[in-house]
Nanobody, 115 residues
Framework: QVQLVESGGGLVQAGGSLRLSCVAS????????MGWYRQAPGKQRELVAV???????NYADSVKGRFTISTNNAKNTVYLQMNSLKAEDTAVYYCKVLKGSGQYWGQGTQVAVSS
């Protein structure tokens, strides 16, 4: 089992920045993909960014050039640096990791951007 704990959400004005963190614990050996998703009220959960361990990254078009996903050297923490935030970025942000055939989700952290 893998446990995920997100942090770093909050309220920020449009144009501001936040950095989200997600710490993975438990049976983390073999995690091969880490990512961030978000769900706004009344909308489906959507991909924000993913990073393949020792591989590349992929971003939703809506966040390209503004958000950056990265991991720490131990590959047990994934970050999402969010710059130039917009009101439409308001959502609950969830961390997800893939390990073999399994997937694990965090509880989510709220991001609210005021215009």
């Amino acid at each position: 089992q893998v446990q995920l704990v997100e942090s770093g959400g909050g309220l920020v004005q449009a144009g501001g920045s936040l950095r989200l963190s997600c710490v993975a614990s438990g049976s983390i050996f073999g995690i091969n993909v880490m990512g961030w998703y978000r769900q706004a009220p009344g909308k489906q959960r959507e991909l924000v960014a993913v990073i393949v361990i020792n591989g590349g990254t992929n971003y939703a078009d809506s966040v390209k050039g503004r958000f950056t996903i990265s991991t720490n050297n131990a590959k047990n923490t994934v970050y999402l640096q969010m710059n130039s935030l917009k009101a439409e970025d308001t959502a609950v942000y969830y961390c997800k990791v893939l390990k073999g055939s399994g997937q694990y989700w965090g509880q989510g952290t709220q991001v609210a951007v005021s215009s």
